[in-house]
């Protein structure tokens, strides 16, 4: 799969949900932004901390203290990760092992995430599968 | 002793302690205690003030009734409390107590008794023989330990609130301020693993709820929210996820949670 295909699958996913504004592909390895789909225009400032918070939360120290609280493991890291502040919502799906890969969502707070984590998740898979 | 020998004594000492007690704090539901410091700590008063044994009932009008086994100013046993929905409250009724059950027993006590309702106290000889002295536990380890609805009550009001309303959709939950455990509810073991992660989460500048789930618990989550100087650390089982997650997150997106 080259680049276009994975930005349309990110565009796909984010026009599917309308309280979604950004859908983000990251390697978390390096917490660096692949390929990303916005609603609009967003600086790549922004973008590099999404990346980042989503590194923080899958692989950072916190993150190996809770999987081995979720029963992951040290060396393994929780699955998916969820942050909201006062008025958005991140949500951070790691690709299952070895892909180092995450997907990451900025959605509104009214955004339907019983609908949308298990379609996200399956997108996550195409997009490591292929690449 | 003889049953009739004991209730004779029983009711000789209610005399007693009738005479002794101003008129005005004596009521048929018992001797009302004095409550500058709220009912928790009237109690503790109580209980240090007992020497010789005896069982203290303490009442409020409202219904709540607890029945303690108490000498030589410790709590030797809980005789009789309300079914408490919290596994380590219950726990320690009707058994020989220990230094290690101060925690749940003050849990208990706080519960049982509403803060601000006015409690009376009734002393009576126990039924049962003598319990070793060196058991039970002492007031000066119930007042070692921080009172759940003391702290309880440290927090904002709609802070609690969540808090109180969380224990019914919670696995267990840990309040820190400061990284002090305030508020402990649910799962022993998931209150331990709350403690040892609290360390590595960065601190989070703004108010945030976060969710973790994964690993071998699929069937659990970890919360942790972020707000007013205080974190949360909640277990929630998965399918719970959006429900835990969407109120927590209701909470910090509203400007007036202060």
């Not at chain 2, 004779?8 to 101003?22: E, K, L, N, Y």
């Not at chain 2, 927090?155 to 919670?170: I, W």
């Not at chain 2, 309040?175 to 360390?199: F, M």
């Not at chain 2, 945030?208 to 690993?215: D, K, N």
């Amino acid at each position: 799969m080259n680049s276009v295909t994975i930005g349309e699958e990110l565009a796909a996913l984010r026009h599917r949900y309308p309280g979604c504004f950004v859908v983000a592909f990251a390697d978390l390895s390096t917490g660096m932004v692949l390929a990303v789909s916005t609603l609009e225009k967003t600086a790549q400032e922004k973008l590099d901390a999404l990346g980042r918070t989503a590194q923080s939360c899958l692989l950072g120290q916190g993150a190996s203290a809770v999987a081995q609280v979720l029963g992951a493991g040290a060396r393994n890291s929780p699955t998916m990760a969820l942050q909201a502040g006062a008025h958005d919502i991140r949500c951070f799906l790691r690709a299952p092992a070895p892909a180092v890969e995450a997907l990451c969502l900025v959605l509104t707070p009214e955004a339907d995430l019983d609908r949308l984590l298990p379609d996200a998740t399956e997108a996550l898979l195409r997009l490591t599968v292929e690449a | 002793m003889p049953r009739g020998e004991n209730d004779d004594t029983a009711r000789f000492m209610r005399a007693i302690a009738g005479f002794s007690a101003a008129p005005e704090t004596v009521t048929r539901l018992g001797r009302a205690l004095v409550q500058s410091g709220g009912a928790l700590e009237a109690m503790l008063v109580e209980i240090n003030e007992t020497v010789l044994r005896r069982t203290l009932t303490f009442r409020t009008d409202a219904g709540a009734t607890l029945s303690l086994d108490v000498s030589e100013r410790r709590v030797l046993r809980v005789v009789d409390a309300p079914v408490s929905e919290d596994k380590r409250c219950a726990s320690v009724v009707k058994r020989v107590l220990t230094a290690e059950d101060a925690k749940p027993l003050m849990r208990l006590l706080a519960d049982c008794i509403p803060p601000d309702d006015q409690v009376y106290v009734v002393s009576a000889l126990p039924d049962d023989p003598a319990t070793a002295v060196f058991e039970g536990i002492s007031v000066r380890d119930l007042m070692d330990v921080k009172a759940p609805q003391d702290t309880a009550a440290e927090l904002p009001k709609r802070l609690a609130d969540m808090v109180v309303q969380g224990k019914n959709n919670m696995r267990a939950m840990t309040c820190y301020a400061d990284r002090e455990a305030l508020v402990r509810w649910g799962q022993n073991d998931l209150c331990a693993a709350a403690d040892s992660i609290l360390p590595s989460l960065l601190p989070d500048p703004g108010p945030s709820v976060t969710l973790w789930h994964g690993g071998l618990r699929e069937d659990s989550a970890l919360l942790v929210i972020s707000t007013e100087g205080f974190v949360i650390c909640a277990f929630c089982d998965a399918q719970d996820v959006s429900r835990c997650f969407g109120a927590w997150q209701a909470y910090i997106s509203n400007p007036n949670h202060t």
